[in-house]
């Protein structure tokens, strides 16, 4: 099937409220092309230098996602387009956001990246540690940042009640923190492999790649 079916596909089948981000990481901006003239408008990066290049090349009306680590040194080439960035993991991160999003004159969209896998590999903060920068007068005063939501990978596993059971552990604690009164509507989680669960487990937002462009050569 054509990039657009694949897509077209995916939105059928998910309910009106979850969002797609369109995964175009390793992929060229020619095949980014095809999916925005699909009609889709949101999409998802997880390299820096990527992100700008093809944010350089492409129609300006996209709507740019960052999705993997985000180192402070980088922050500065994105902060004066960037949508939204999954991938918030420290408050010195988040400082330097907030710094480079003033100095652009613009308030930057963020999810806390949460740690639920059993993996070693990946980013992200506990549920201690987020609760605790989501209550910091630190974040009150960092005017030009939005938390917005929460984002977590599951562990890569055929064990389907695992990676479920990680997904719901992430919708219990962004529901506890709703009953706080955090203002969080976003809670991003699921991939190709694993976002029907995703959603069951009251995702609504998608980030897929491999299921819309193919396999994607390791990189
Ligand atoms: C690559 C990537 C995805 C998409 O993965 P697919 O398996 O290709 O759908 C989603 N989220 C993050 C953070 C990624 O790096």
Known sequence: MSISE???K????IPSQVKLVVVT???????????YNAGDKIFGENRVQELVSKHE???????WHLIGHLQTNKVKMIAAFISLIHSVDSTKLLKEINKCAEKENRVIDCLLQIYIAKEETKFGLSFEEAEEILQS?????????????LMGMATLTDNEQQIRSEFKSLNDFFLKLQTLNFKLQTLSMGMSSDYKIAIEEGSNLIRVGSLIFGERQNK
């Not at 995916?10 to 089948?13: A, H, N, R, V, Y």
């Not at 020619?30 to 999916?35: D, G, H, M, T, Y």
């Open 6 to 8: 694949n897509i077209e």
């Open 10 to 13: 995916i939105k059928s089948e």
């Open 25 to 35: 990481k390793t992929h060229p901006a020619e095949k980014v092309l095809e999916a």
């Open 57 to 63: 090349q492409l129609p300006k009306d996209i709507e």
């Open 137 to 149: 007068e630190e974040l009150k005063q960092m005017k030009n940042i939005h938390v917005i939501g």
